[in-house]
């Protein structure tokens, strides 16, 4: 098992919007609230996104997904794998797993 620090700002049972950092970039973990359904979504959108300067973390980060360079994927919650606080880091492996994909699709399209 590979694990990455994460940074979160909402926290509902899990976190439901993170950042993390892995082999030098930086992804974002976005579950957000769906209003029809008066819940978080069961699904993350993962973003990888540019650097981050420390600033721009400060208050909401409803608008990181904006800032994003690619869109990595969407993987059921459920999925992901949080130490046992669920606050301090991921297990990678599910990552890597999307990002292997994205690039494999990318190249069949090339």
């Known amino acids: 098992m590979s694990w990455a620090k994460i940074r979160y700002r909402d926290f509902y049972d899990i976190p439901r919007i993170f950042i993390t950092t892995h082999n030098g970039k930086v992804y974002l973990f976005d579950c957000p609230f769906d209003d029809e359904l008066d819940d978080y979504s069961d699904r993350y959108r993962i973003y990888q996104l540019p650097g981050i300067a420390e600033d721009e ?4 980060w409803e608008r990181l997904p904006e800032r994003a360079v690619s869109m990595v994927g969407e993987i059921p919650v459920s999925e992901v794998e949080f130490d046992k606080t669920r606050r301090n880091s991921i297990d990678t492996r599910i990552l890597e797993k999307l990002i292997e994909e994205r690039d494999h699709e990318s190249t069949l399209v090339a």
């Open 57 to 60: 973390l400060e208050g909401s």
